[in-house]
């Protein structure tokens, strides 16, 4: 028996982020996520203990990821495809510090492989190789039992039509490789990975194709909390202090 | 402000084994731990919010780690140094499968790098170079801002008396290296680093000779309660399943 | 231009193990490889610039692996499957300090992923989900462009006929994946991963069950040669020098 | 014996890339290089067996990397300090590009920490601790024996006056971490690591203040070499193929 009552911790406040054009001109889109893939994912967020959820979208002011926006914002999930280019790099710049250097967690989301400050954390280019159609069974195998992220997964999952993604992916290789994916032409994707980037957690997940229902999925809908809960930063976090050095501040 | 009220989780039992040889044979350990260092590691645990905290020490029966206690183990401490062959293979194997095949949690620490599990986990011979007089200042710098074994610790850390470890170190790369000590000879040291094996996740945290009280100091006893957290198992582990599949079971 | 004509290294010494059993009882691996599979493995590296190649078996005088056989090694290829638990401790304990404490390259093939030494150099169980029967078509792909391993190899590699492995595969997380298969069955498997302990690197290789020519396929030949050049040690391997130090030894 | 005589493999082209500014403006540093760093540290690779080695130089045209250099570099090792702005964005992602998708080796070299282009392959600040004067001992610990890097070094390596680094070193999680410095101050640095991107190798080894004779030093135009051939390039690189792949190419 425990020797205190466990206290609560704070909430984690995520911010889910999203592109928000597909659906505004693809009514195929617009019928699957009818209020937007933003709130799909937040669907699968709200209203679970310790979470606080908000969303933010890129036709938004600076994209909706303003100082203050960003200032609480603990864990961002990020989704973007057709528009990565329209994100300012002022909002890279802002995204990737709030990541590097406080300790934000990110979670990139399917085509946010593409996206600028993935790129920016990674060094490498994200490309694959992808097929739209005809859509793919993908089935997702666990190669990390007892991950966070996986709790409550079973040891593979299935989806009946997803967006083909193939290796090579061109990402550094992973501090953990927790997903990897089969599709129908016989090809593999490492589609659960994590990275560190100074004092921030990353993770990347690959399913979400616009025009299935991918987010709806409780068993996605479980990853994507998990990821969340994993990236979150532990505060406070350490102070990185840079820069000159007196002798003898210390160790003499 | 949440969109609920964060609900506590259940705690996490810590078992804190302890060789407790030293003590009785050498008047200077006995003096700076009258308990036992296993006491002093456990009063650095106890009445902290959401641990459960019991201790082991080798004379028990089966070294205080029978299939029981196991079972009721999230995460183990471990130190030991002198008598590291009287652990019996049965218990060696017993703490192993409990960490590879359901995610206990193991925290190594000081010469508990030349335990028998330690050793069987790792796969290298775990040896280092070491000096135990005159004794050395040791100064923790921390490598990796943000990781959560160093919450609430500065960017370094002087002891001023500790026995001096140096390079080579021989375990595998790990998957983080947090803390790297530095002593009066110009010796180096990664004295704070992680990996997982199976679903279990191992951090190794060098400080700790049995002459100095270094387990008194507060911002030790600080990191040995965020690696005990850092390394407690997802509930419900993910299951292993092995063996033979038959074909059709999944993807077609 | 050169500065100056490059200079011939000598030749890597390798010794290719095979446990050397099922060819004496089971008819179809006896017709697949009359001389033995390790004849097999063998034949696609002699005759290799700058490659010395020896064979040992199981039923050899201490598993052909004495001191002088293995001090004449620069790396050692494994395939063991029905008979793990006949190689003697002695052996395994031989194999093991000359890998971690020589450097000496090891190349584990298909089943040796179960062998004694290779379950000791990872510190994990090493089990896997296992089908032999259908046999199932197997496509490899790579997941690390440049990787010396897969030289000579286009993205992707496929063979007609394969016994099914899948993941959970119980191995540390590699310091790179290289080779990613998916099965039929819609199963995946990390086919080619390294590591490294002490001061040996170690490379696993999927491919090869007894009853399929495996071995005979050029490309997988290819990537055994590349995999045992990857391996070789540098030599002179740096010192491990363990132990007490003197203080004033260095840095004063 | 081997099988056959080993045949000579093409050499290693290398470019050694030096800013060359200080030498023009700082007398002492003049002194110390006369023909600038970047004759001392090709002194140290010419004329060695398989070796090729050319310089350039930041205030030639496009900082003497132009696309037909590149072109004819395997390894390009990087010193910068004063002008890394002054590194053009097409200069920079050349250097990236041929990096990561032709799988030239980068070996960057103390100050080049905070060279654009480390800084774009890492993802991270490459922000850390520092002070010029007065100069410190630095003591280099081997921590990967066996390490192509280290060949030839001893346990560890001292060098009487150097610049001060200190931890945190923003960096990603290195692969390998084969070197760990200590200086007068009780700091300590990791100054040998290497990552992976894309098909390239990257290395990064600290020492090498302009105003000390670091690269006059023999040991340290050992472990240049070595990591200039650590490097290296596997030719022919395999093939990165991205973009859409119509179903049936593969595995059906």
Same mark, same amino acid.
């Given at each position: 028996?425990?020797?205190?009552?466990?206290?609560?911790?704070?909430?984690?406040?995520?911010?889910?982020?999203?592109?928000?054009?597909?659906?505004?001109?693809?009514?195929?889109?617009?019928?699957?996520?009818?209020?937007?893939?933003?709130?799909?994912?937040?669907?699968?967020?709200?209203?679970?203990?310790?979470?606080?959820?908000?969303?933010?979208?890129?036709?938004?002011?600076?994209?909706?990821?303003?100082?203050?926006?960003?200032?609480?914002?603990?864990?961002?999930?990020?989704?973007?495809?057709?528009?990565?280019?329209?994100?300012?790099?002022?909002? +890279?710049? *802002?995204?990737?510090?709030?990541?590097? /250097?406080?300790?934000?967690?990110?979670?990139? %989301?399917?085509? =946010? &492989?593409?996206?600028?400050?993935?790129?920016?954390?990674?060094?490498?280019?994200?490309?694959?190789?992808?097929?739209?159609?005809?859509?793919?069974?993908?089935?997702?195998?666990?190669?990390?039992?007892?991950?966070?992220?996986?709790?409550?997964?079973?040891?593979?999952?299935?989806?009946?039509?997803?967006?083909?993604?193939?290796?090579?992916?061109?990402?550094?290789?992973?501090?953990?490789?927790?997903?990897?994916?089969?599709?129908?032409?016989?090809? +593999?994707? *490492?589609?659960?990975?994590?990275?560190? /980037?100074?004092?921030?957690?990353?993770?990347? %997940?690959?399913? =979400? &194709?616009?025009?299935?229902?991918?987010?709806?999925?409780?068993?996605?809908?479980?990853?994507?909390?998990?990821?969340?809960?994993?990236?979150?930063?532990?505060?406070?976090?350490?102070?990185?202090?840079?820069?000159?050095?007196?002798?003898?501040?210390?160790?003499?």
């Amino acid at each position: 028996m425990p020797d205190t009552e466990p206290t609560p911790t704070p909430p984690i406040r995520v911010t889910v982020w999203h592109e928000f054009r597909h659906e505004k001109t693809n009514p195929r889109v617009a019928e699957v996520y009818p209020h937007g893939m933003h709130e799909a994912i937040a669907a699968g967020l709200r209203g679970k203990p310790g979470l606080s959820v908000a969303t933010a979208t890129l036709d938004e002011h600076e994209a909706g990821l303003t100082e203050e926006r960003l200032g609480q914002t603990d864990v961002l999930t990020w989704w973007g495809h057709m528009a990565h280019s329209d994100v300012q790099d002022l909002v +890279v710049e *802002r995204v990737y510090n709030r990541v590097v /250097r406080q300790g934000m967690g990110l979670v990139v %989301l399917h085509s =946010g &492989h593409f996206s600028k400050v993935f790129r920016k954390l990674m060094g490498t280019t994200c490309d694959l190789k992808w097929r739209v159609d005809p859509p793919s069974k993908e089935t997702l195998w666990v190669t990390r039992p007892g991950h966070p992220i996986v709790q409550h997964v079973d040891d593979h999952l299935v989806l009946e039509q997803e967006e083909m993604y193939s290796e090579f992916f061109d990402v550094p290789e992973p501090e953990s490789t927790f997903l990897i994916s089969s599709f129908d032409g016989g090809e +593999v994707f *490492r589609s659960g990975m994590t990275w560190t /980037r100074g004092a921030g957690k990353i993770a990347y %997940l690959r399913p =979400g &194709h616009e025009t299935y229902p991918t987010y709806h999925n409780p068993a996605i809908q479980q990853m994507i909390e998990n990821a969340v809960r994993w990236a979150a930063p532990t505060l406070p976090t350490a102070p990185h202090t840079f820069g000159r050095r007196d002798l003898g501040w210390v160790g003499k």
